[in-house]
């Protein structure tokens, strides 16, 4: 059974920084692509960043670009996201994605964590 369990969330004031986590209970994961998404309140959920399975290749939305940086750990099973230069607008839910190749969009995604909350303050 797959498992994703997200972690790092919290409250941070704007231009703060914060890191999340996410652990995958998959014997796979090192040949998986990761992917994170997000979902504000009202909003659907969108896309921010993925990496895929060597870490070589990556993908980010156009809004947290040069902010954001997805990594990820093999020998962890973990993946990353660190965020930088925080903004009242990055408030979201924040969910883990497993899929079998690197996508920007939500279809080739088969598991999710349950998702972290990161609130930023102004």
């Known amino acids: 059974q797959v498992r994703l369990v997200e972690s790092g969330g919290g409250l941070v004031q704007a231009g703060g920084s914060l890191r999340l986590s996410c652990a995958a209970s998959?014997?796979?994961?090192?040949?998986?692509?990761m992917g994170w998404f997000r979902q504000a309140p009202g909003k659907e959920r969108e896309f921010v960043a993925a990496?895929?399975?060597?870490?070589?290749?990556?993908r980010y939305a156009d809004s947290v670009k040069g902010r954001f940086t997805i990594s990820r750990d093999n020998a962890k099973n973990t993946v990353y996201l660190q965020m930088n230069s925080l903004q009242v607008e990055d408030t979201a839910v924040y969910y883990c994605?497993?899929?079998?190749?690197?996508?920007?969009?939500?279809?080739?995604?088969?598991?999710w964590g349950q998702g972290t909350q990161v609130t930023v303050s102004s």
């Open positions: 994605a497993l899929s079998p190749f690197l996508s920007t969009t939500e279809a080739p995604y088969k598991y």
């Open positions: 998959v014997r796979t994961f090192s040949s998986e692509a």
């Open positions: 990496i895929a399975w060597s870490g070589s290749n990556t």
